[in-house]
């Protein structure tokens, strides 16, 4: 599910927001092709604009990797997979809404088991297509949560929505990351749902767009 035109409105919301560039990968999907296919697109990617072979106008050192969803996945995971290969970290790592554990211990994976927009069961579907092999689902760079430490890693901006069984998928994640003394800024979208970037007529997520706009901005040091 998904691709560059059917998810360029995350792109759009943040350009209305921010002078800035803003590359869209085209990674591979599950489950035609599953872990690590996407992963390693993302870090082609990276590495691609890290040695300024995508466009000379681009900055190779002002680098901020950002995702919503399966792509807040990607994104942590990317920050895992450079400091593993003792590579510099991107400056920021956006994370909304992401999916960072396979198992379903966590209370908002109970609480909002039938949640608007995304279930439980659609959660648990998306995993075996990404993640086929169960061993895999215990691999830091398929689900982030399973890292042994957060140390070395980027800043972190993570939004979570209120009413989302995967809510409390980054309210851990941050945890690890203050824990391990990484900076890390976490927005709770009062009565949001999963998916509610989509909508930025909505007052609350413009709140979110907003506050996550600020938070690049202060990372790039972008001028006021």
Request: aromatic content about 8%.
């Amino acid at each position: 599910m998904g691709e560059l035109d059917s998810h360029d409105w995350f792109a759009y919301a943040l350009l209305e927001r921010l002078p800035v560039a803003i590359v869209s990968v085209d990674y591979r999907l599950a489950p035609e092709h599953p872990w690590p296919a996407a992963v390693q697109d993302t870090l082609k990617a990276f590495r691609t604009l890290r040695a300024g072979l995508l466009a000379e106008t681009l900055s190779c050192e002002r680098l901020l990797v950002c995702g919503e969803s399966a792509g807040g996945t990607l994104a942590a995971a990317l920050c895992l997979a450079l400091r593993d290969a003792d590579e510099r970290q991107p400056l920021g790592q956006g994370l909304l809404y992401p999916v960072m554990t396979a198992q379903e211990t966590l209370p908002s994976v109970t609480e909002h088991a039938n949640a608007p927009f995304l279930t439980r069961a659609a959660v648990r579907a998306c995993v075996i297509d990404y993640l086929p092999r169960l061993s895999d689902r215990d691999v830091p760079t398929a689900m982030p949560l399973n890292t042994p430490t957060c140390s070395g890693l980027a800043p972190a901006f993570i939004g979570v929505a209120e009413f989302d069984p995967l809510r409390d998928h980054g309210i851990a994640y941050h945890g690890r990351l203050k824990a391990a003394a990484v900076a890390s800024c976490l927005y709770v979208g009062e009565g949001l749902v999963h998916g509610c970037l989509r909508d930025d007529s909505i007052s609350e997520v413009r709140t979110l767009y907003d506050a996550f706009a600020a938070w690049i901005s202060q990372v790039l040091s972008l001028p006021t």
